[in-house]
């Protein structure tokens, strides 16, 4: 369905019903708002993420697996390199694939990474995959990010993260 043929089909319902269409034309715009998604973002598949992980040098980087990667990077980010989050309750943004903090990690904190938060918002994933070397290289490991916690550090079914894949 096109946005043009919802709109269209709104405007002839409110010319029937005025009130009625009002509140439509009010709620599907809204939705349409939430729904429309801009063309430059840049979700990557799941195996495209695989294959820059591994060509990333993630693959069993200090002890965790490829599938431990690619589990963090859906449950962070959704495959999303460009994602930006901002945790107002927590005060924190989080940015790119594995939506690392930038208190400690980027140019508007600690900067133990020694690079900008914006480098972490490139698809080829060079600049993410270097940040997130050093991140596990800490004490905390994966550990480092409570998603990987909950969803990934003791599934039984982590090798689905890597299926018909091809590294």
């Known amino acids: 369905i096109s946005v043009g043929i919802v709109c269209d ?23 349409i708002g939430y729904l429309v998604v801009p063309s430059d973002t ?3 598949g799941r195996c495209v993420v695989a294959k ?3 060509d990333g040098g993630l693959s069993d980087f200090e002890g965790y697996s490829l599938e431990n990667w690619v589990c963090l990077a859906y449950f962070e980010s959704k495959f ?10 927590s005060d924190f943004i989080g940015y790119g694939l ?6 400690d ?4 904190g600690r900067n133990r990474c020694h690079m900008s938060c914006s480098a972490l918002l490139n698809p080829d994933l060079n600049k993410t995959i270097e940040c997130a ?9 994966m550990g480092a990010w409570p998603s990987w916690t909950l969803n990934c550090q003791h599934s039984d079914t982590l090798a689905r993260w890597l299926d018909g894949c091809k590294l």
């Open 9 to 31: 089909s709104i405007l002839s319902l409110s010319s029937q019903h005025p009130e009625l269409g009002k509140m439509k034309v009010s709620m599907v715009l809204s939705l």
């Open 42 to 44: 840049a979700v990557l």
């Open 133 to 141: 070397k050093t991140i596990v290289k800490g004490k905390r490991g």
């Open 98 to 103: 594995f939506q690392i903090r930038n208190h």
């Open 105 to 108: 990690w980027c140019d508007h």
């Open 52 to 54: 820059k992980l591994h």
């Open 80 to 89: 999303n390199p460009m994602a930006v989050y901002e945790n107002s309750r």
